[in-house]
């Protein structure tokens, strides 16, 4: 039968896989509410736009849910009771949420339904990753070609159980989006180069990087960090394939995605407005005298009180700059810690859910064997990746993956940093591992012979001593609350987020 001569295929039998072992925490945790400020954000904007009020939050009756924990000033605001509009947050997400809301009901399994949905996307991202994986190097020959899917599919396989990702589709947050339309955007953007350099027909070209503008356009309205990732794409098309024409086609693209919300925040505001107005408030709490970089409590709770999106981003980027300004010497010091924090280990969300009893009490032993199996697979794929990247063929597609590397991780040093924004370099550094693992040592072997091989490679030996330095002071760092969690009550320190 036709269907059971697909099931042959391996894009189709690896996402099932994936698609199984996502399944399985999200009916195992079927009644799992939401447990972080941002899931009640993103719950409160789905639930306004399903309902037809707008983009909203904090409508009258979710207030008496917000008031105890969050004393908001809403005299800043005229109030209405449906509550109140915002531009805090990218809008693609809550959509997508009140979408599943509209179809599904907002009754007490709406978080239930959209895990499914999320556990479907996320599932998707192990054949994505193959596809990329087969794109980076054109097979020339069939032993090439079956060299180029070995390493996709082994790419495949670490992003289809890569523990962090099964468990992901629990949480209600952009990551869940983001990812696979990183990987969507990515893949269409090297589809679209190779169109435009092969294709001899003009409207295909088109149609190939206006698809790339439109999802990289959906991408940063989902989280508007994206913004620099596009206009690395648009220099990209620019620099790498030198089509002018072609990167004004994609910026344009691009710019009728994202134009009618900034037009709807511009006009709301009375001033020019961007995607979101976030930056304000991450700028306060990721230099705040006594922070790290990171987010922390109390401090993030300070602006949070001001409901009015404009003048919360308007202080919060005075006072910021204010706490640059008074110690300028702490800005390279948090630019290092955020390094440290966003390549740190997957254990801070699995710390605050444990530590307050959302799981109930695990025995050191399994607990200690939970963690292994969450911090692992990062330390791997990272310090493997670093590794790949000397043996990969430098082309215009990997040329854009690195690009890509550069523009999604430096406004994360600059800004605010936690160990949960690496997860989207996951498939990349899997693609990356998987070059590593195939080639091996004859490879780098072979790559030592040149100059500027022994360059890359003792650069890379360099970071890899970064990476284990900061794990290891990162393990040092929280050697107390480690040892909380691992007592008889660690279910219940109650540490913050």
């Not at 040149?450 to 650069?459: D, P, R, Y």
Request: glycine letters at 6%; one cysteine or more.
């Amino acid at each position: 039968m036709d269907w059971l001569k697909s099931l042959k295929s391996f894009p189709l039998r690896i996402f099932l896989i994936a698609l199984i072992l996502r399944f399985v925490p999200v009916l195992v945790m079927r009644n799992l509410g939401i447990g972080l400020d941002d899931m009640f954000q993103y719950d409160m904007l789905a639930r306004s736009i399903a309902s037809g009020n707008g983009y909203r939050w904090y409508a009258q009756t979710d207030l008496p849910a917000v008031l105890p924990y969050l004393k908001l000033d809403l005299n800043s605001v005229e109030y209405d009771p449906r509550g109140v509009l915002t531009s805090f947050r990218p809008p693609l997400y809550p959509a997508f949420l009140a979408v599943i809301y509209l179809l599904f009901g907002m009754g007490a399994n709406r978080f239930f339904t959209a895990r499914l949905f999320q556990a479907i996307m996320s599932a998707g991202l192990a054949p994505l990753t193959y596809a990329l994986a087969l794109k980076l190097i054109p097979a020339t020959s069939e032993a090439s070609f079956l060299a180029a899917e070995r390493r996709g599919k082994i790419a495949a396989w670490i992003v289809t159980l890569y523990p962090l990702l099964v468990i992901y589709p629990l949480s209600l947050a952009t990551e869940n989006l983001f990812f696979i339309l990183v990987l969507s955007s990515l893949f269409i953007l090297i589809k679209a180069g190779e169109s435009i350099k092969n294709d001899p027909v003009l409207w295909k070209k088109v149609i190939w990087i206006v698809s790339a503008g439109i999802l990289i356009g959906l991408t940063c309205l989902t989280r508007s960090v994206a913004s620099i990732f596009a206009a690395m794409a648009v220099f990209w098309v620019l620099y790498f394939l030198k089509e002018r024409i072609f990167a004004i086609v994609l910026l344009t693209a691009i710019g009728l995605v994202i134009a009618p919300w900034i037009v709807r925040n511009s006009i709301l505001y009375h001033r020019l407005t961007g995607i979101e107005t976030a930056l304000g408030y991450d700028l306060y709490v990721g230099y705040y005298p006594t922070g790290t970089g990171t987010f922390e409590y109390p401090q993030s709770l300070n602006l949070m009180t001001i409901v009015n999106d404009s003048q919360r981003e308007k202080i919060g980027i005075e006072q910021a700059l204010g706490f640059m300004k008074e110690d300028p010497a702490r800005v390279p010091y948090l630019i290092i810690r955020r390094a440290g924090y966003f390549f740190g280990l997957e254990r801070r969300a699995l710390t605050f859910f444990y530590s307050n009893n959302y799981f109930g009490y695990i025995p050191q032993p399994l607990l200690i064997i939970f963690a292994i199996i969450f911090c692992v697979p990062f330390i791997f794929v990272c310090l493997s990746g670093v590794m790949g990247l000397n043996i990969i063929k430098w082309d215009p597609g990997s040329s854009l993956l690195v690009l890509f590397l550069i523009g999604y991780i430096s406004p994360h040093l600059l800004i605010i940093a936690e160990d949960r924004f690496h997860l989207t370099l996951v498939p990349l550094l899997a693609i990356f591992t998987a070059f590593f693992w195939t080639g091996g040592w004859r490879a780098l072997i072979y790559r030592w012979q040149t100059k500027a091989g022994k360059v890359f490679i003792l650069l890379s030996l360099c970071v890899v001593g970064l990476l284990i330095s900061n794990w290891g002071f990162e393990l040092l760092r929280d050697a107390d609350k480690l040892q909380s969690l691992l007592g008889a009550n660690g279910n219940k320190t109650y540490f913050s987020y």
